[in-house]
């Protein structure tokens, strides 16, 4: 037996022991002052939350209860709409309590988790989103999955779960069980070639053709997400040769992220999506992950495209997380909320014409109401969203700016609740992205060593990283995108900045996560899963973030390392059988390939 394993089980047992021979002490909630912001804004509700860890599944077995597992994030605006309505609920609490072990987790500190039961969601209903809540078995198979529900319509779920469980616990179990996909079979090798590498980013481009908004930009006919991954991928195809109409896509799409709803004009930085298809009505929470995979397309595009002031976009970004989300004592906190202090929906980033007329002059005034079509019906009731509908003619761009200044200043007296705890992988994005897009720039080229530093001074202990640190707490444990978006970031900045210690650093990362999550099956995403549905995957597709073990492939090929580098090549061909079923979600693997056929 592994000596991972063999701890995991002997925790296990202990904590199985001591529940049973003390007897189950009322459950009470443990979230009260918690180092992480999201988990500490449910210390107070009276739903006795406990934290997703052995001896919390522990307790679920040994009182054959269904967990009660909801995830979600600070900056999640539903997650807190369904805290006041119902976590807050006092009959809701007491059934939560009494019937099920109730389990509240930040998707940002357990991330593998999330990815379980996102697939789960799914799986089985279609569509997945936070909040997330999931009955799941004390064996850790989901059983059933929830989504945001107003309390009558939750109490009803809740009602239904529980005395179905009583009465038919063991039948219920084998159905979650026997539902959960199957092992995985220990992935073929396949031999790279040329061939196969063209055929894949081909098919990539026909797929990106099928998905893509011609008119308004991005991929899909509803909400619109960066999809910063895709993007990235079509202008390296570019780059290589190009097409007309790739180039007028990827130029609308560039164009409308940043006129329109997805980028805060004012105060700068990318919201995390919209919610229609014209990039107008934005989701309002900021997160750090987007903004600096944003800052990195947005550089690249203006080297592919030879567009200028594309570059300039990446630095206003690189500019916003300085500004916003540095955190004094080193390293980059998570996120905005999509809240202001007053509990409004992006009420920091609204504008009503009163306030725009008492802080400008009359003809800024009249500039910006032209600009942002103020005549036009307001979509958010706070007021109207900064967007560049009428973009200024050229004789009043400068007045235009100056006006935008006034408005900053303005801005900076808005507050926006912080997620201020330090993750590790998104601190390696920032990183990557500090070293690419703001490379050559002082303010962007300290900002990039200071990281560096922290990096390996603050989010290493004994050796290995950590997943996140907040308020004095160091979580550790981190997951196998941590390895790879921080790995990737001292590398490149380690070739960015000719530092051969953060090369090193970062080959010894890659080789750690070799080692820790991969094996003949595939990826896995974290160490000791306790979510029993968590098999290992041939190849991890992009999410929100890019793929883990895209970026780790990728990060190995590059980092100069004869051993990692075969490592890489065994892992594309493990993954061709992935990439092939579904090219379009595996754009950071196939940039790896691209990078493969590159070195050969």
């Not at 529980?162 to 073929?188: D, F, K, S």
């Not at 994005?429 to 070293?435: D, R, T, W």
């Not at 995403?525 to 780790?552: F, I, Q, V, Y």
């Amino acid at each position: 037996m592994a000596p991972v394993v063999r701890h995991r089980l002997v925790l296990g047992l202990l904590a199985w022991w001591w529940l049973s021979q003390a007897g189950a002490a009322p459950l009470e909630n443990r979230l009260a002052g918690h180092p992480a912001p999201y988990l500490a804004l449910h210390g107070q509700d009276p739903v006795a939350w406990q934290e997703w860890n052995e001896a919390t599944v522990a307790r679920a077995r040994a009182e054959n209860k269904l967990l009660f597992v909801s995830v979600g994030y600070f900056a999640c605006h539903w997650c807190h709409v369904m805290q006041r309505e119902s976590y807050r609920d006092p009959a809701i609490a007491t059934r939560l309590n009494r019937d099920f072990i109730p389990v509240k987790v930040d998707r940002e500190l357990n991330g593998a988790l999330d990815a379980g039961l996102i697939a789960f969601a799914e799986r089985v209903n279609g569509l997945a989103g936070w909040p997330l809540n999931a009955f799941v078995t004390p064996e850790g198979y989901p059983l059933h999955v929830v989504l945001y529900e107003p309390p009558d319509a939750f109490s009803q779920v809740l009602a239904k779960v529980a005395p179905a469980w009583q009465a038919r616990a063991g039948e219920m179990a084998t159905i979650a069980r026997e539902a959960a996909p199957a092992l995985v079979a220990p992935a073929p090798v396949r031999p790279l070639s040329s061939r196969s590498v063209s055929a894949l980013t081909q098919a990539f481009q026909v797929a990106a053709e099928t998905m893509a908004d011609p008119l308004q930009g991005g991929f899909g006919r509803v909400s619109k997400f960066p999809m910063t991954a895709q993007l990235g991928l079509l202008l390296e195809l570019e780059a290589r040769a190009s097409r007309p109409a790739r180039r007028e896509f990827l130029l609308t799409s560039l164009d409308h992220m940043i006129r329109y709803g997805l980028r805060d004009a004012i105060q700068g930085g990318f919201f995390r999506y919209t919610v229609d298809p014209d990039w107008r009505t934005p989701h309002f929470e900021k997160m750090l992950y987007d903004n600096a995979l944003l800052a990195v397309l947005y550089s690249r595009a203006a080297q592919v495209l030879g567009r200028p002031e594309y570059q300039a976009v990446a630095h206003e970004t690189l500019d916003f997380l300085l500004a916003a989300l540095r955190d004094p004592a080193g390293g980059y906190m998570t996120s905005l909320s999509a809240l202001d202090a007053a509990q409004r929906e992006g009420g920091a980033y609204l504008w009503e014409p009163a306030d725009l007329e008492r802080h400008l002059d009359p003809h800024e005034y009249v500039l910006v109401a032209r600009t942002w079509q103020l005549s036009r019906p307001r979509e958010f009731d706070p007021g109207y969203l900064p967007m560049m509908l009428s973009p200024p003619a050229a004789p009043d761009r400068d007045a235009y700016r100056k006006a935008l200044d006034k408005l900053k200043a303005v801005a900076r007296t808005r507050t926006v609740p912080k997620d201020t705890k330090i993750a590790s992988g998104l601190n390696g994005l920032a990183l990557s992205a500090f070293s690419l897009a703001g490379k050559g720039v002082p303010r962007f080229d300290a900002a990039a060593r200071e990281l560096a530093a922290f990096i390996s001074l603050r989010l290493m202990a004994d050796g290995d990283l950590l997943r996140a640190t907040s308020a004095g707490r160091d979580f550790p444990d981190a997951e196998l995108d941590d390895y790879a978006h921080v790995g990737m970031g001292l590398l490149t900045y380690g070739q960015a900045h000719a530092d051969p210690g953060a090369r090193n650093l970062a080959q010894t990362l890659a080789d750690t996560a070799w080692r820790r999550f991969h094996g003949p099956a595939g990826w896995r995403r974290e160490a000791r899963p306790l979510l029993a549905t968590l098999k290992p995957e041939p190849a991890l597709a992009d999410e929100a973030m890019p793929s883990a073990s895209g970026r780790l492939i990728l990060l190995s090929l590059q980092s100069g390392d004869v051993d990692l580098r075969q490592r890489a090549q065994t892992g594309l061909g493990m993954a061709l059988a992935e990439l092939e079923s579904a090219p379009f979600d595996h754009a950071t693997s196939l940039m790896a390939l691209l990078e493969w056929q590159r070195q050969r």
